[in-house]
């Protein structure tokens, strides 16, 4: 039986794990038509997208100010979005920033199409809330069913938690490209003599809370700045399915990380006769291991029942 279970554990690492493993000469060319909306030369140079993060704002609460939860809430955001590789956080050499001259320095650089050092978006926030509370837990005595005494000590319990938003703005224009909330608790105990002494502050456990808020919503982070691969080429070996895209390792692409493909489809609003671009989700896929620079190869997974995928068509990855 031990056999048996040894190599079903075998059989699955195995299998799953070579799902992106990839050898090109394998694979022979396949035919696509082209999409009827294909992207200009411009967007087809994915390029990292440069990012000011600012101190956020905390409104009127002793708390967070006591934990400099506007810095540690900046830095997390940080943090986050440099696992991502697709985006350049600007830093500035001061903690102040003049954001009427961050506009103007982007409007410059829009204007001369040059590189002035500006910043594409502005990443900022409110700490809305925070709070610090502890909770006498009294010991106890009992005994197992062996008769074995068991005991249990005193204890303080504490909880932090914070709570806010995050916004995203796109430079020079300032327009709110969206906002996301946020919201997470931190707890920990100590041992006590008895209902005495209990902390009145802990500024690293409030800290540790706003941290894992902006976790929670690392998908929501990463995904505002996820760039798209568009697809080149098709090859088959007659099970597999790989397109060679042109998301590199420099804007984001990793192995084994699971894309949405995209179909770009043209409409006309039937109110002010404007055209108009839809992105219609039409498969999705996961990334080999043959990735460059500015390049990978995906293998196809799903696609939905009487889509094609083109040439022109793209991918985002899936956080």
Known sequence: MSRIIISVIFLTIVFTGCGTKVKLGEYSKSSMVKSKNLPSADKLKATKSKVLITKFEVVSNRIATNANLGVVAASAVSNQLAKTNSVDVIKRETNYIDLKKEVEAAELSRELNIDTGSAEFLITGKVTGASFAHQFIQGRSWRDKNGKLHKSPNKFRYRGCSSGTIGFYKLPSMQNVKSVPFSRCSTNSENTQGNYGAKKRDDGLVQNSIQSAIRSISKSLKSQFTKKGYILEKRVDGKKTIFLTTLGKDVGAKESLDVYIYSSRASVNPISGEKMEQSIKIGEGEISNQISADSSW????????????KIG??????Y
């Open 298 to 309: 995906v293998v196809l997974e799903e696609l939905d029942d009487g889509e094609e995928m």
């Open 313 to 318: 068509d793209f991918i985002k990855i899936n």
